[in-house]
């Protein structure tokens, strides 16, 4: 059954505001992506954006890992267009390789980030390019620069 949270009314000012904000903040991001050419990319930062705004305090939240992350799936999966794939079958397995990459790498870093594999899956699929590169990067700072901002302010909603 579908319920308000119980926090709500104490601190419905927050849930507001950030809902609001992350609308905001998805909206600055959008004017860097072109989002009807990489739509799955947009996808993850999308994700991001729920991961900063409702659960800011969270480790995952942090800047170190949101940047941290996107630059891991940026990297795994642009690497991964280069193994040859020229079948269904093999393109479903760089598709995997490449998220899988990406998580690995992440833990080594201690950047976890969850929705940066989707930037992974996303690079995979559609390819990389400087376009795309450059406001992935662009977007994860800009939320970074906001969550560091914002921080004292807001508080994890779930």
């Not at 927050?14 to 991001?29: D, G, L, M, R, T």
Request: proline share 5%; hydrophobic share 55%; glycine share 6%.
């Amino acid at each position: 059954m579908f319920r308000v949270d119980k926090k709500f009314r104490r601190y419905w000012r927050n849930y507001v505001f950030q809902s609001v904000f992350a609308a905001f903040a998805i909206f600055i991001v959008l004017l860097f992506f072109n989002i009807q050419k990489r739509p799955i990319i947009i996808a993850s930062i999308g994700s991001s954006v729920f991961i900063v705004f409702a659960l800011p305090k969270n480790i995952t939240a942090k800047p170190k890992r949101v940047i941290g992350g996107h630059l891991a799936g940026l990297l795994c999966g642009s690497l991964s267009v280069l193994i040859p794939h020229s079948s269904l079958l093999s393109s479903l397995f760089v598709y995997s390789f490449a998220v899988g990459a990406s998580i690995f790498l992440m833990v080594v870093t201690d950047t976890e980030h969850p929705p940066a594999s989707g930037t992974a899956l996303g690079i995979a699929v559609a390819g990389p390019s400087l376009h795309t590169i450059v406001a992935v990067i662009a977007g994860v700072v800009t939320l970074s620069v906001l969550h560091y901002f914002l921080n004292p302010y807001i508080r994890d909603l779930a």
